[in-house]
């Protein structure tokens, strides 16, 4: 069974920064793409950042210029630079994955349990 374990959310000042890191183990062939989303309440969640294993990377409008995603296929890995925050940054993010489990089997979906992160004077 694959887990993710999230790091690096917490409250920030507008205007910050914040690193925020997940890191997926269990049986994993192969990790398809590697990505960040964040919710607030009454809202659903919403694509921040994902970044395939051939290193190409899409971002929602809102985030481009400030936020940053990589990953480091070795250690399975992914990583969000969160850059010149501001208080509608305001949201729990969320770590996902897609994996296969063995080759030439369809992709596998997982999530992170989330890690709150708060921009506010």
């Known amino acids: 069974q694959v887990q993710l374990v999230e790091s690096g959310g917490g409250l920030v000042q507008p205007g910050g920064s914040l690193r925020l890191s997940c890191a997926a183990s269990g049986s994993i062939f192969s990790i398809y793409e590697m990505g960040w989303y964040h919710q607030t309440p009454g809202k659903q969640r919403e694509l921040v950042a994902t970044i395939t294993n051939r290193e190409i990377t899409n971002y929602s409008d809102s985030v481009k210029g400030r936020f940053t995603i990589s990953r480091d296929n070795a250690k399975n890995t992914v990583a969000l630079q969160m850059n010149s925050l501001q208080p509608g940054d305001t949201a729990v993010y969320y770590c996902?994955?897609?994996?296969?489990?063995?080759?030439?089997?369809?992709?596998?979906?997982?999530w992170g349990p989330g890690t709150q992160v708060t921009v506010s004077s």
């Open positions: 996902g994955i897609k994996y296969g489990a063995r080759p030439a089997t369809a992709p596998i979906e997982v």
